[in-house]
Nanobody, 115 residues
Framework: QVQLVESGGGLVQAGGSLRLSCAAS????????MGWYCQAPGKQRELVAL???????NYADSVKGRFTISRDNGKNTVYLQMNSLKPEDTAVYYC?????????WGQGTQVTVSS
């Protein structure tokens, strides 16, 4: 079993920054993909950024140049540095881990950006 625990959400003014963290525990395979998704009220959950265990990254167009995903494989932790935040970034952010054909989700952390 795998557990994901997110932290770092909160309230910030437009133009500000936040850093999200997600620590994975349990049976973590060496090869996996970790990522962040967001879900705004009334909308579907959508991809924000992914990073493989080898360090390859993928970003949603809406966050390119503003958000940076990184990971510490030794700590099984993924980070999302969010800069130049906009009100439209307001959402619940979920950590995701995919390995061996299965997916796991964190409980979510709220990010609210005020204008």
């Amino acid at each position: 079993q795998v557990q994901l625990v997110e932290s770092g959400g909160g309230l910030v003014q437009a133009g500000g920054s936040l850093r999200l963290s997600c620590a994975a525990s349990g049976s973590i395979f060496r090869i996996n993909v970790m990522g962040w998704y967001c879900q705004a009220p009334g909308k579907q959950r959508e991809l924000v950024a992914l990073i493989t265990s080898g360090g390859s990254k993928n970003y949603a167009d809406s966050v390119k140049g503003r958000f940076t995903i990184s990971r510490d494989n030794g700590k099984n932790t993924v980070y999302l540095q969010m800069n130049s935040l906009k009100p439209e970034d307001t959402a619940v952010y979920y950590c995701n881990l995919a390995q061996a054909g299965r997916e796991y989700w964190g409980q979510g952390t709220q990010v609210t950006v005020s204008s």
